[in-house]
């Protein structure tokens, strides 16, 4: 991988991202990553995650982890809420280290597809950014013609500058296998 002609990437300490390209959405203003807050024993972490997230000017997010896992962190919501009325999240339950059946994926991928036409600065995330959040992303760049390759490609070379970035993403067989399948305009 050249590291000169690696597409730019939000810098942040605390908060794992990436930002995703598309050759034909040229204004996209998608981000991958970890949940943006911190578990419950780390009220400090917590602020500076979302500090970093509202920093990156992020109007909506999507949240593909279940509600027991939620009980471990500190919702983030409120804290995004207070300095910026307007955040939207939507909740996409996925069990970890699993894949949505076909019909919910493309609910998730058509939510992303009306949020990157109203140009929201939209944030996808699970637990630690991998695994479900690399599916959901994968599946929406085959979804719009990256094939296979390009796919892993991308997500690495994204992925690689970021707090966690040498952990495979997605994280297993099913999830790849979900990208592999997932036809375009699907």
């Known amino acids: 991988m050249d590291k000169n002609n690696l597409e730019p990437q939000p810098q942040t300490y605390y908060l794992s ?14 981000y991958g990553g970890q949940y ?3 578990l419950i024993n780390s009220a400090a972490e917590h602020i500076l995650k979302i500090t970093e ?3 990156l000017g992020i109007t909506t997010t999507i949240c593909l982890i279940e509600e027991s896992e939620q009980k471990c962190f500190y919702p983030y919501e409120e ?3 207070k300095n910026q009325s307007t955040f939207k999240r939507w909740h996409y339950p996925i069990v970890d280290m699993s894949v949505p059946n076909k019909a919910f994926m493309q609910q998730i991928l058509d939510t ?9 600065k939209t ?3 699970c637990w630690a950014g991998h695994g479900r959040t690399g599916t959901v ?10 094939d296979n390759k390009t796919v892993y490609q991308k ?6 500058q970021t707090l966690f970035g040498k952990i495979s993403s997605p994280q297993v067989q099913e999830q790849f296998m979900m990208i592999n399948h997932w036809k375009i305009n699907e």
């Open 17 to 30: 991202v990436y930002k995703v390209y598309h050759p034909h959405f040229k204004k996209l203003e998608l």
């Open 155 to 160: 997500l690495m070379q994204w992925r690689i």
């Open 112 to 120: 992303i597809d009306r949020l990157v036409i109203r140009h929201e």
């Open 137 to 146: 992303i994968g599946c929406w760049l085959k979804r719009h013609g990256f």
């Open 53 to 55: 997230l509202m920093n």
């Open 123 to 125: 944030y996808i995330h």
């Open 36 to 38: 943006p807050g911190s």
């Open 79 to 81: 804290e995004v809420r």
